[in-house]
């Protein structure tokens, strides 16, 4: 470990038998090169990160830091190559002639659930993208040379350092939560379970699910009903006199006939027995842990994704089954409407600031008398946000503009961009995805003397499709942003926090975490710490203070606050 001058970043590669690492100094120079054999790579990492505490450059987190964690190594800092490249070569901050712009080999794309706007409208930059990004050291230091000239010589070049820092950190962090876990208890998934759809009968519906089944198909005087085909689904409901255009819940319950009661039921049951059903719980918890795979950046707006478990979409009613390990408790935490104070803060609109202040955001609009009720403020905001036009959102938006023009005039400002074929950003730099060519010849096609009314409603609406996608990208991409300030502070913190005696620790959560509290789930929102008793008073201070710090570090002095709904509890089912 000696060296003649500490280095401010090490950048791994692979080589035939281990690893090649590679110091650098504060201004990107090369200082010296360590071969170290695969056997000796964890040990030789955990003394560099606590001899120099680098900051650690590698082309792809998962690859590299999973095998650390499983030896009980964790890192404080890394550049993950292969997501910053994405943000700094989509960019409008960045120079059009960067070099990171061609550098295509650094072009692969995780987008594993894209925004409900988002498929039709854009075109990913390169379908045939290789499986994954170059692992060759020279390669590394070359992609690193070309983000680092790319953010030194962009139009904004400190949100982009702070946009791929946090990036960065998000990797590390959805790396942790996999290792460590989110504790379950499988006993109390299965009695739920048992209790909600009957029996588990292998080769057969459980009892209360197919006697749902059987009342549905008697309700449509039809035994041979498809229930789980939408199109078959629909057509007996039509038969029957539900003249419905889907089988959405929200649709089914306006309907008056008997059928409606038993199809909700069913299809709620079954929503739960495909989803988290005894199949998921079989292959995803295992020795008291549930242990997804987080896809950070994986929506094109920079939310994550997950490409296994479905960690974004556990059922409140499962929650019950996410219990703390003996001598450990759950923090428990969600921000209040982090979107629309994000909105507020990127506007600068200090009334809606006002109306968010230490208070239900909500509630804080009803008081301003810009409507008349709570659930109003909330159908309102999200159709301000989503870009809703008919129906109850478009009497009530009108009213969120005159009360609060500057938030509204940016996410219309975004919207007309989109419509118009141009790009957004979010307040630290993440760009939208360029319109799809399809998109693009429909909008020019509708412009010619020839072009059909047929063509021109079909450009119109498309183009309000990709406005509604731009409105919301900027807000949904920022507080994404704010997100992951947060994990990355709190990561910190709580890494801080005591160790506890080996005799009280977790081991379920690996050797890196069985003994401190850590981050063990995150969604959105919304995090769950898994933390000794002794320390859960700590943990939910840490959790309270990096919320405090993410929203100064994206918006200064701003007079906003996110504040949070924090539980110390054994489970994770709300009250």
Not at 37 to 61: F, G, M, Q
Not at 98 to 115: L, M
Not at 120 to 125: P, S
Not at 211 to 233: C, F, H, I, N
């Amino acid at each position: 470990m000696d060296a003649a001058e500490p280095p401010a970043w090490i950048v791994l590669g692979r080589t035939t038998n281990g690893a090649l690492a590679v110091h650098l100094d504060p201004a990107g120079a090369e200082l010296e090169r360590h071969r170290v054999a695969a056997s000796d790579l964890a040990p030789w990492v955990e003394r560099a990160e606590s001899t120099w505490s680098p900051r650690w450059v590698w082309h792809d987190t998962p690859q590299w830091y999973t095998a650390l964690l499983e030896s009980g190594v964790r890192v404080a800092r890394c550049h993950d190559l292969r997501l910053c490249h994405l943000i700094l070569a989509g960019s409008a901050l960045v120079a059009g002639d960067a070099a990171v712009r061609a550098a295509r080999a650094w072009d692969v794309v995780a987008f594993v659930e894209p925004d409900d706007a988002a498929p039709a409208l854009f075109d990913l930059e390169d379908p045939t993208s290789p499986v994954g990004p170059p692992a060759d050291v020279d390669e590394a230091i070359a992609e690193f040379s070309r983000q680092r000239e790319a953010i030194a010589t962009a139009a904004d070049p400190g949100r982009l350092r702070l946009l791929t820092a946090a990036e960065s950190a998000g990797a590390l962090v959805a790396a942790e939560l996999r290792a460590a876990g989110l504790p379950w208890d499988a006993a109390a998934h299965d009695r739920i379970l048992t209790e909600v759809l009957g029996e588990r009968t292998p080769g057969a519906q459980p009892a209360k699910l197919a006697d749902a089944a059987t009342r549905v198909r008697t309700a449509l005087g039809d035994p041979a009903a498809s229930l789980d085909s939408q199109p078959k689904l629909l057509r007996s409901l039509h038969r029957v006199g539900v003249l419905v255009e889907s089988t959405s819940r929200w649709e089914l319950a306006r309907q008056r006939h008997p059928v409606v009661e038993p199809l909700l039921e069913y299809k709620k049951m079954s929503r739960l027995l495909s989803a988290n059903g005894w199949a998921w719980l079989d292959e995803w918890v295992h020795e008291g842990r549930f242990r997804p795979v987080y896809v950070p950046g994986g929506v094109v707006t920079g939310r994550w994704a997950s490409s296994g478990g479905g960690a974004l979409q556990i059922p409140r009613q499962l929650r019950e089954a996410v219990t703390a390990d003996p001598g450990f408790v759950l923090v428990v935490a969600d921000v209040a409407q982090l979107e629309p104070r994000v909105l507020a803060a990127m506007s600068g609109d200090e009334a809606l600031a006002d109306a968010a202040r230490g208070r239900d955001l909500y509630a804080g609009i009803v008081d301003s008398g810009a409507v008349a009720t709570r659930a109003e403020a909330k159908v309102a905001m999200l159709g301000a946000m989503y870009g809703a036009t008919t129906g109850e959102s478009g009497r009530l938006v009108p009213r969120l503009r005159r009360a609060y023009p500057r938030a509204m005039d940016l996410v219309d400002a975004a919207a007309r961009t989109g419509e118009d074929g141009g790009d957004v950003s979010t307040w630290l730099g993440r760009t939208s995805p360029r319109p799809g060519g399809e998109w693009s010849r429909a909008q020019s096609r509708a412009t010619e003397a020839e072009a059909s009314g047929a063509e021109e409603t079909r450009a119109r609406r498309w183009a309000r499709d990709r406005g509604r996608f731009t409105r919301n990208f900027i807000v949904q991409g920022t507080a994404a942003e704010w997100a992951l300030a947060w994990l990355a502070d709190l990561r910190t913190r709580l890494h801080a926090l005591p160790l506890v005696a080996a005799d009280r620790s977790a081991p379920r959560s690996g050797p890196a975490f069985a003994r401190q509290a850590h981050l063990a789930f995150f969604l959105h929102d919304e995090v769950i710490v898994h933390a000794p008793q002794e320390h859960a008073e700590a943990a939910a201070e840490a959790v309270r203070d990096a919320a405090a710090t993410a929203g100064r570090i994206l918006f200064g002095a701003f007079p906003l606050d996110f504040p949070l709904d924090v539980r110390i509890t054994r489970t994770a089912l709300k009250d």
